[in-house]
């Protein structure tokens, strides 16, 4: 199993991105997925998931109006849009997967990518 982020890069305040995260080893319809974040000197927190049909969403209160969590099944590959970037969004960007949670408990996932870095300039 494995997963691999990207699409992180050095923007500016105000922009977007897209983040992927493309799943290799188990086939991504059959499991629910996440995104959380590290900011950095910061505790990794929550910021979406999406269960394995891609019905059932859950958003951090942080980021919600701001991105949106997807996934394609046909791909392997959930992805993250952010717009409207803000410093505070500066942080590396994990995803995870389970077979059996769809909710915000890091401990839950039990499989993760390394991470790809995302920062705001002001």
């Known amino acids: 199993v494995q997963l691999v982020e990207s699409g992180g890069a050095l923007v500016q305040s105000g922009g977007s991105l897209r983040l992927s995260c493309a799943v290799s080893?188990?086939?991504?319809?059959?499991?629910?997925v996440a995104w959380f974040r590290q900011p950095p000197g910061k505790e990794r927190e929550f910021v979406a998931s999406?269960?394995?049909?891609?019905?059932?969403?859950f958003m951090a209160d942080s980021v919600k109006g701001r991105f949106t969590v997807s996934k394609s099944n046909a791909k392997d590959t959930m992805y993250l849009q952010i717009d409207s970037l803000k410093p505070e969004d500066t942080a590396v960007y994990y995803c995870a997967a389970s077979m059996t949670y769809n909710g915000q408990a890091q401990g839950m996932y039990t499989w993760w990518g390394q991470g790809t870095q995302v920062t705001v300039s002001s």
């Open positions: 080893g188990f086939t991504l319809g059959a499991y629910a």
């Open positions: 999406i269960s394995w049909s891609g019905g059932n969403v």
